[in-house]
DNA sequence: TGAATATTGTTATATCATATCATTGCCCCA
DNA sequence: TGGGGCAATGATATGATATAACAATATTCA
């Protein structure tokens, strides 16, 4: 785990990512798939920080390194990587974040600062519990849910 | 109001139509902005159905009876039934869905079936409370936020 | 009426995502 | 151990969503 959860306050990033591709590694071998240079390298560049990046943004940047990179081969790393639950895509951003709970059972839920762009990701069992109510009542059965709050993080209201 | 708040119940749909139609009116006359015929024909295109629906569906449709129509007459006019609170934006589908609860104070919260693609909109306090509990709880100040709910609507669950 | 503003028309282009088929690489076991 | 099968990547094209920028027209209101 990462030595702080909240991207908000001042931490080592470079363990954030070192830490987040080391646990990729191990899901990836316990679920028996292939963490392959590629998708690898995606997930680090993902991992650069805690704001949500664009496909063409990771493709650009993979494409320093990697002539042969089209959007293809982002989107194929993509879907590998959301697949494995070793990232989240912001529906509202059209753009792509770690996963900040690699491994447990969940679906997401983001703190995303307007002024910043940092995304938190946080998992609180009383909102998913609310939604499962909320939507028995209805009839309805959950399969997934997405949740994306705006608003202002902690160091962006002091300026 | 209509009828019914659940578009998963069968229901008189044209009375959907003239209710959301005729709401909107109101609105924008209280607002002091104007319904002109384009964004009042978007309005009643999007609520000709409880399923969210593309921009460029809906542009197709206007277009029958509106030559000029291109992507910006669609988007222009989204933008404005949004600014007023008649439609939302689903972002996990890049769609648009007729607001169930005009006039109140609200963002959106949605139960959107895979397998009739309906979208029902909910309204419960107690998910934004637990919401701002969250946030608050880590210095976060919200601004607005996006609930999409993925699953089978009770209609579709007996198929 | 005429100036200011809002709305719509028009063209072009930016941005996000996938389909399809060819090629290469990896794995496994006969 | 080599070759069959499958997974991954390369390569080209195109589909789908959204906006920029400027011109023309319509509406409002002093």
């Known amino acids: 785990m990462p030595l702080t959860d909240s991207p908000a306050q001042p931490h080592d990033h ?7 591709l080391a646990q990729a590694r ?17 997930l ?3 991992w650069q920080n805690h704001k949500p990046v664009g496909a063409y943004d990771l493709l650009e940047q993979l494409a320093t390194t990697h002539q042969a ?9 993509l879907d590998f990587l959301q697949e494995n639950g070793l990232i989240h895509k912001i529906e509202s951003q059209n753009a792509f974040l770690g ?15 307007t002024a910043c ?15 499962k109510n909320a939507s028995q009542a209805r ?7 997405v949740i ?8 962006c209201q002091d300026i």
Chains 1, 2 share one sequence.
């Open 117 to 131: 762009g940092t995304a938190q990701e946080i998992d609180e069992k009383v909102v998913s519990s609310a939604l």
């Open 44 to 46: 680090g560049l993902i």
């Open 69 to 77: 990179a089209k959007p293809p081969t982002i989107y194929r790393a």
């Open 99 to 113: 996963c900040a709970h690699v491994g447990g059972q969940h679906h997401g839920q983001f703190l995303i600062c």
């Open 139 to 145: 009839g309805f059965q959950i399969h997934s849910f």
């Open 14 to 20: 470079s363990l954030c990512i070192d830490d987040a």
């Open 148 to 155: 994306e709050i705006k608003g202002l993080c902690a160091a």
């Open 26 to 42: 191990l899901i990836c071998e316990r679920r028996n798939v292939r963490l392959t240079p590629i998708r690898e390298q995606v």
